[in-house]
């Protein structure tokens, strides 16, 4: 089972990699055996054409190291974070994708122009709010997961499977490693999709919202709230 979902979360990772969401060794995925309390993810720094199953780090929920021999990810709380609060998601996938990036940065949700956006997020894909001076020197920083999960409360994470985190990058998630990094994927698309909409037509908020009332409804998400 573990072996498994090592050789899942390096296929995960190597997926972002292939669908050109990130460079160098910006990113990573991870997945988790609940029944054993165990998370797989990717090691710290290292380039992905060297990653193979046996560098994957595993840990117990509490971030310890039970496997492996190399630092587990930089963003590995997280991670963490998101399996504890989010407690059907099986895989987990941060990236630099340039898009999605760039709403990050800018604070924005990305608003749900059309249904290509609404058959994989119920809702505009929300971003975290901005960090006060407190939480920049705190624990906020090191674990981005306290802001996605201040920011999912009363929002279904199945319902809309990625975030935004403000001045940083996107999470995605999903119930295992590979629908995370098909998440990931399609939230790099609808951030280009919806970034080009509001160049070709700033107006375009007014299909946002009949999505909102219909779509979304139709669909039984579970959320909806406005951008900002
Ligand atoms: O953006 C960040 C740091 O949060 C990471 O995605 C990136 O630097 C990759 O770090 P890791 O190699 O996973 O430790």
């Not at 990113?27 to 199953?53: F, Q």
Request: net charge negative.
């Amino acid at each position: 089972m573990l072996e498994r979902l090592k050789e899942e979360t390096l296929e995960a990772n190597l997926e972002v990699v292939k669908r050109g969401l990130v460079l160098y060794t910006f990113g990573n995925a991870s997945g988790i055996d609940r029944d054993a309390g165990l998370v797989v993810i990717k090691p710290s720094g290292v380039d992905y054409d060297e990653l193979k199953p046996s560098h994957m780090v595993v840990t117990d929920m509490e971030g310890n190291i039970v496997e492996g021999d190399l630092r587990p990810s930089s963003d590995l709380k997280t991670h963490l974070a998101l399996y504890k609060a989010f407690t059907e998601i099986g895989g987990v996938v941060h990236t630099h994708s340039e898009h999605a990036t760039a709403w990050a940065q800018a604070g924005r949700d990305i608003p749900a122009f059309g249904t290509t956006h609404a058959d994989y997020f119920h809702g505009p894909v929300p971003c975290t709010r901005p960090l006060t001076d407190d939480e920049v020197n705190g624990e906020y920083v090191l674990n981005t997961g306290l802001a996605i999960i201040e920011r999912f409360k009363g929002i279904d994470p199945l319902a809309i499977p990625g975030v935004l985190v403000g001045g940083h990058a996107p999470f995605a998630w999903g119930r295992t490693p590979h629908d995370a990094a098909h998440n990931a994927v399609v939230l790099e698309a609808v951030a280009k999709m919806a970034f080009m909409t509001v160049l070709l037509n700033s107006e375009c908020g007014v299909t946002s919202a009949l999505l909102d009332r219909h779509y979304f409804r139709k669909h039984g998400a579970k959320a909806t709230y406005g951008q900002n």
